[in-house]
């Protein structure tokens, strides 16, 4: 669906099923430089049963118009002004890599509003190699390639969709690469190697809160995911092993598995 | 110890490693180091809800073997990772891959353009069976790249060639032609069979869509019929109006669009969902996994084919019985110098040459040899040889002959990687018979 934040259109898929105000909606942000699509294992199941799935493109990504925002606080601000233009009054919210820093950002800054929190690879903070911003900054296509090589754990190197036929190294890259890698990727990097406020805010959420961590991610290590979540009240901590950073595509059943339970537990469906 | 601070490389694998790796994953396999073959028909649910989601496209797994297979899939994701494709999806020929690619992309009222160099089927299909479907087409020789921008009308869907033609050499210049198309909102499509992914990688160049006859080299045994079409990914279906069944809400999956939900897999996604669903042309596990065998040693395989080819057209050129020759390595080929830009690693096994004496010198050749083996296929480890005018192409009229750009003496050669001595003594005898004719008849 489109719809206006800030003037800009916003495309956010429902996973296949009409927007219905009636049910509870849940948010789904994704990683730097990447779209909506990275989400498809996990928006069509609830989007089918009793739940609104806004998996959203940010500003400049994907089918979204705008220009990319620059910091992840501004990020976190237009995921609330997303909850209010589709005229909610409170979101579940689940992110990935730099959308756990934006979704921690969130919840933290509008925590009435935010009912659960579900991390994947997320940490409180990620400093960014300097070699690969300054290539995703000059719009190299190499960067794209590293982020690909190191989000994928050793088992993901070799393939194993999901999806019969899917390959998803090459499929990550085409998302990567479908806009101006240094508008969308290079703008990202920048905006989380700047963010300084992750561990400080993720003291201020009570919500519930799930973390999903892969023993193989180089990007965002279970060292570092922990160290987040030991500082969230009651947080849940869920690592699969043999997996890396781009665990929603590398074992996406799993993932819906352990999201599913967490979600429909402390924020119900709309029964039918 | 030197301060050169060591530069950032991407360590995804390369072709060799992909030929015998990508697409699985042995943990996940009892351990199998080989890919298990799954030979069965359908897969347990774990619950209600388990067959409901895999239904509705909401998680991946399979259901049923028409529409998904270990094994296939196996093979779909190794094709797509050699092609740097995003997905891919296997079929039972060539041919079906062809039908496939065609109904998922086109409707009744629809056109494409084609080009006039192509296998005898793919020239039937297009010229014959599509108009029974209400798709037309119009044909244009693989050199006039202007005429593929002249054939685009309003409702062109795309534009279809094979990278090589069959069986003439002719080459399409994809990048221009990918060019035109794009220009004009369609997609490439390129049947690629006879240059595999180790000879050109199509997506490099601009195509959209890849399609393979894995029966021939990729397989490279002659054992096992199979096809594929790959996706590249970068086409963008929501950019015009053209393409509404990959962007509308199709009611066959409650409304999904297949663009937006899939963007660089929808076409796969929605070749497998709704063509298989409906056509059915599945690939069994046992044939995908002798495709497999074959792609695990072809970058080796595609090597010796390619030196035992330049090593046929040197002696074919020089030979007193040969009229002409024709490979992209002749550096008279129209298309030579295309041939190295878009064919780095070798220029394909495939050679056409007019043997002196016409048509019975050519049927007196083919009846004699011994070791190339006289029948319908390409790509085989074996050496081939066929007479395209009474063989593969023997449905064609005259003038289609002549439009297709086939002549009386053409012999069709696929040249294999047995010993080259072996294949030139093989030849000499059926040069000697070929002459026969001829010494008889002047005395």
């Known amino acids: 669906m489109k719809f206006k934040v800030n003037g800009h259109e916003v495309f956010a898929s429902t996973g296949g099923r009409p927007f219905d105000k009636k049910k509870p909606l849940i948010i789904f942000v994704h990683g730097s430089g990447l779209t909506h699509m990275t989400w498809v294992l996990q928006t069509r199941y609830f989007a089918f049963h009793g739940y609104n799935a806004l998996a959203v493109d940010l500003p400049g990504h994907g089918l979204s118009s705008g220009e990319s925002l620059k910091s992840i606080e501004e990020m976190a601000d237009w995921v609330n002004d997303v909850i209010d233009a589709v005229g909610h009054k409170e979101a579940s919210l689940v992110g990935h890599s730099q959308g756990c820093l934006v979704t921690v950002e969130c919840t933290s800054r509008y925590p009435n509003k935010i009912k659960t929190l579900s991390l994947m690879g997320g940490a409180g903070a990620i400093p960014m190699n300097p070699e690969l911003l300054s290539l995703a900054e000059n719009n190299d296509p190499k960067a794209v390639d590293l982020m690909m090589d190191w989000a994928h754990g050793p088992a993901g190197h070799f393939g194993g969709h999901p999806v019969p036929g899917l390959y998803h190294i090459n499929t990550g890259t085409m998302l990567a690469k479908s806009r101006t890698i240094q508008n969308t990727l290079g703008v990202d990097f920048r905006a989380c190697d700047n963010y300084k406020n992750g561990f400080e805010a993720a003291k201020k959420i009570k919500c519930p809160t799930l973390s999903i961590l892969a023993t193989d991610d180089k990007m965002c290590p279970v060292k570092e995911g922990k160290k987040l979540a030991s500082l969230i009240d009651g947080s849940q901590v869920d690592i699969i092993d043999n997996c890396g950073h781009m665990m929603l595509l590398e074992e996406a059943d799993r993932v819906l598995t352990v999201l599913k339970k967490f979600i429909t537990t402390n924020y119900p469906p709309l029964s039918s | ?443």
Request: aromatic letters at 8%.
């Open chain 2, 1 to 443: 110890m030197s301060d050169k601070k060591k530069e950032l490389k991407p360590n995804t694998y390369k072709f060799d490693t992909l030929s015998l790796h990508a697409g699985y994953q042995p943990h996940k396999n009892a351990g199998s180091r080989q890919v298990p073959i799954y030979q069965t028909t359908s897969y347990l649910f774990d619950d209600v809800d388990h067959a409901a989601a895999l239904f509705n496209l909401e998680r991946g797994g399979h259901i049923y073997s028409r529409i998904s297979n270990p094994t296939v899939g196996v093979l779909e994701e190794r094709v797509a990772s050699l092609e740097g494709g995003t997905a891919a999806l296997a079929t039972s020929s060539g041919m079906s891959a062809i039908f496939l690619t065609v109904m998922t992309l086109c409707e009744a009222g629809d056109h494409l353009v084609v080009s006039s160099q192509l296998y005898g089927g793919t020239v039937n299909l297009f010229r014959l069976t599509l108009p029974k479907f209400g798709i037309k087409c119009t044909f244009v020789k693989p050199r006039d790249t202007e005429g593929f921008k002249k054939a685009i009308q309003k409702n062109t869907k795309g534009i279809f060639g094979e990278l090589v033609g069959n069986p003439g050499n002719e080459i399409m210049n994809m990048p221009e032609i990918a060019k035109i198309a794009h220009d004009a909102g369609i997609p490439l499509m390129v049947d690629a069979t006879y240059q595999t992914p180790y000879l050109c990688k199509p997506f490099e160049h601009g195509a959209d869509i890849v399609i393979h006859s894995l029966t021939k080299w990729m397989a490279g045994h002659g054992s096992s019929m199979a096809g594929i079409l790959v996706e590249g990914g970068k086409f963008d279906w929501m950019q015009n109006d053209k393409f509404p069944t990959m962007t509308k809400p199709y009611e066959g999956y409650h409304g999904l669009s297949f663009a937006e939900e899939f963007g660089p897999t929808a076409f796969t996604m929605k070749a497998r969902a709704e063509g298989m669903r409906d056509f059915g042309p599945c690939l069994s596990p046992q044939n995908a996994w002798n495709v497999l065998q074959g792609i695990e040693t072809l970058s080796v395989r595609m090597k010796k084919h390619c030196s035992n080819a330049e090593e046929m057209v040197k002696y074919l050129s020089n030979h007193e019985s040969v009229a002409w020759v024709s490979h992209p390595s002749v550096p008279d080929h129209p298309d030579h110098e295309l041939a190295k830009k878009l064919l780095p690693n070798g220029r394909g096994s495939m050679i056409a040459f007019g043997i002196k004496g016409g048509k019975d010198a050519g049927v007196a050749f083919i009846n004699n040899v011994k070791l190339a083996s006289h029948l319908a296929n390409v790509g085989d480890t074996r050496t081939l040889v066929i007479h395209p005018a009474s063989g593969t192409h023997s449905q064609m009229d005259e003038a289609t002959l002549k439009f297709a750009g086939l002549s009386h003496d053409m012999i069709r050669l696929s040249v294999g990687i047995e010993d080259i001595d072996d294949i030139k003594n093989d030849f000499e005898i059926g040069f000697r018979a070929a002459r026969k004719p001829r010494l008889v008849s002047n005395q």
